[in-house]
């Protein structure tokens, strides 16, 4: 642990982890400032009457009289993402799905280069991309397609169509569902191509974090910030396996005996490992059935769309009715595609739902594993390696304990290691600034697609940009914490219906003032031109 030094260096903001989120707002704050624009208007008449006056900024917009009808619209406005990613994503995307390739939209960035915020994003990645660029824990094949189509994932200002046309001089078809490979080469690139990579710190694990007097200190790069952007996602690590299971771990999945491949999981994770096997590889799926109560996220997988995903929910759902019969049947056909005649599955694939591990015994660098079923009979199996793919959660570790505390304060039984889409999503419906100059983005808040992340990135960005407008003596102040406009009100209307105005601000937001051209110099926080040579230095020298 080294002490703050007068080496230590300083920035205004750091941003933790190194995804498509922190792209997003990196490109906001290098002045990137989103305006509405008018032309065509929005296909919400109601939304395009809020917004037409000429040149509406979107950095914090009045968000409670913009969604204030969307409850109630003829367009389907999600009603699980938070208000300002549905508002952002809405006019990102006029046309929602059906314009997959984003020709149409109804955001302009213009640059403001004197809005620009200093600012670092530091990722334990080794290239831009957060998730998408590192091996998956689990091993699936970098050709699996993205659940999205590739309009979704575009960011701001080098879309993936551009990507595409510039990589393969040809034009992306629509609703092309890139492989995890692209699109880990498209954000692996985006920095460059949209002007941002001035800002990227890839392979830096960040450690020991903590609140001083005028901001944070960041002990393991003996970086100091005034603001810090949470931007670590909530599936960088795998949920471990039971103790019980723990000795499998040391398997190496080989194949040579044809011994099957323990996979354990009803979700995505377990079916991309599936999918990923060798085509001749036994495997032994062991899954949570329960249609009604907890439906595997799988059955949401239209064949046309997703045939590996609707392929592998076929398999279960075949080997759930399979297992309710008293006497087995003999194994229904099924519906042929061209994922399911890719196997002969009848040989390689046995599904058994509801299943218990009750004992693991280790054996010629094999194991064999007794379950006990649902009827209560058990039975054997030999092993050849595990896929425990149950699901993934993020970490707070980075942050020192007492800054964890704050983070968390009024989240029921916190775990710091375990952090889901639901650990900080009563906080971020009340504000996205979690606690003091502390602001999570991306999957972190629980609205975990890329192109619902943009909200919070707006949001978290006006917050700062207005900051060091206001430390340069030029801007409105800061709201009080609480926002955006009309509080947690406005931040639930549209997620469960609640339509109430905002309590103490109604009105339009007026267009944030800026700067003078010498105001900078005012400012304790250098600006970009002379903090990313001292920052070089201090990390690198
Ligand atoms: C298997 C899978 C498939 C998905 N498919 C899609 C899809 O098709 N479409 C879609 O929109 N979304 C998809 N998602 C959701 C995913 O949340 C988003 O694609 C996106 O990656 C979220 O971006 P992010 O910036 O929030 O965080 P992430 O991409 O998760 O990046 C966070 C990064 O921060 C790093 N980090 C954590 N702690 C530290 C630390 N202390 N120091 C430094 N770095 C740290 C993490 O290791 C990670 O690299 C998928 C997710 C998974 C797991």
Known sequence: MSPPSAADTKIDTIVIGNGPSSMILSYILHGNIPYYAPDPPHPDPLLHAKLRAPSTCLLRPDLDTLTHHFAASRLS????????????????????????????????????????????????????????????????????????????????????????????????????????????????????????????????????????????????????????????????HL??????????????????????????????????????????????????????????????????????????????????????????????????????????????????????????????????????LTDGTTIQRPVCGLVYGVGRRGSLGYLDPALRAEILSGVDSPDENKISAKTLRNKVMEDLEVAPDIFVIGSLTGDSLIRFAFGGCVYAASTLIRDLDSSSGTCTPKRPAGTPTGGRGALMNGVDGHGQRAQYDDRPQKPLVCPSKNSEDKSPWPRISRWWTALCNALFS
Not at 100 to 116: C, F, M, Q, S
Not at 153 to 159: D, H, N, V
Not at 197 to 221: C, K
Not at 344 to 370: L, R
């Open 77 to 236: 406005y999600s009603t699980q993402a938070l208000p300002i990613n549905v508002l952002l994503d809405a006019l990102l995307r006029p046309h929602g799905e059906t314009d997959d390739l984003g020709d149409v939209t109804n955001i302009e960035w213009r640059y403001k280069p004197h809005r620009a915020v200093p600012h670092l994003v530091l990722g334990n990645a080794s290239s831009p991309g957060g998730l998408w660029a590192v091996d998956d824990p689990v091993r699936v094949s970098w050709d699996i397609g993205t659940l999205s189509y590739a309009g979704m994932l575009s960011l701001p200002g080098y879309t993936f169509a551009a990507h595409y046309r510039k990589t393969k001089n040809a034009d992306l078809a629509p609703f092309t569902r890139p492989s995890r490979k692209e699109l880990a080469e498209y954000l692996r690139m985006y920095p460059v191509e949209a002007g941002i990579s001035d800002s990227f710190l890839n392979n830096m694990q960040v450690d020991g974090i903590e609140r001083t007097a005028d901001g944070f200190y960041i002990r393991s790069h003996r970086l100091r910030c005034k603001h810090l952007v949470l931007a670590t996602g909530i599936f960088s």
């Open 239 to 372: 949920i471990q396996p039971p103790a019980l299971l723990a000795p499998l771990a040391t398997l190496h999945n080989a194949n040579s005996s044809r011994t099957p491949l323990l996979v354990i999981g009803s979700g995505f994770t377990a079916a991309d490992a599936i999918i990923s096997a060798p085509v001749d590889q036994p495997i032994l799926h062991l899954f949570r059935w329960s249609p009604d109560e907890r439906p595997s996220p799988l059955r949401a997988c239209h064949q046309q769309a997703y045939p590996e995903y609707a392929g592998v929910y076929r398999l279960m759902k075949r080997a759930a009715l399979a297992s309710n019969s008293a006497k087995r049947p003999k194994a229904r056909r099924l519906v042929s595609t061209s994922f399911l005649e890719s196997r002969n599955w009848d040989e390689v694939y046995e599904g058994i739902p509801n299943a218990e591990i009750v004992d693991v015994q280790m054996k010629d660098g094999k194991a064999i594993v007794t379950l006990c």
